[in-house]
């Protein structure tokens, strides 16, 4: 089930991120994603739209839009990769938006893939200076925003 995330959903929220995002970048000191989790708890999520997948009535995954069109998190328990809960999430926002961007590290394949399958389209490649690894940006359009 999806719904919306409520203020008491931030514990959940933050600790499914640190947790998958240390998974899933481990080119990346997981001491840089501690030091972020300030930001992410006081800035990002509270200016983010944010949706929550739950099983067995426990957040599992959740996805994150900001101002309307920037996917800034979508994050899944790494017991349930595979199980269509990413996808869900993915799916849900592409229902209510017309046109999305995130941004993604280059090392994670898994995710690149993902976002691929889902119609996103490398638009630019950038280097991340804090982090020391490159991002790709990338784009989708909903089908009837396209062109030939």
Known sequence: MIRAAK??????????WLAST????PFIAADYWQQTAQL?????????KTWVYLHNQQIVGFISVLDERFVGALFVDE??????????LMAHVQQQHGWLSLEVYEQNLRACAFYRKFG???AQREFNEET???TLIMNWAAAELRYP
Do not use: C, K
């Open 7 to 16: 203020p008491a959903d931030i514990e959940p929220l933050m600790a499914l």
């Open 22 to 25: 240390t998974h899933a970048h």
């Open 40 to 48: 992410v708890r006081e800035n990002y999520l509270p200016r983010a």
């Open 79 to 88: 017991r349930l990769h595979g199980h269509g809960v990413g996808a869900a």
């Open 120 to 122: 996103f389209s490398e």
């Open 132 to 134: 020391q690894a490159h």
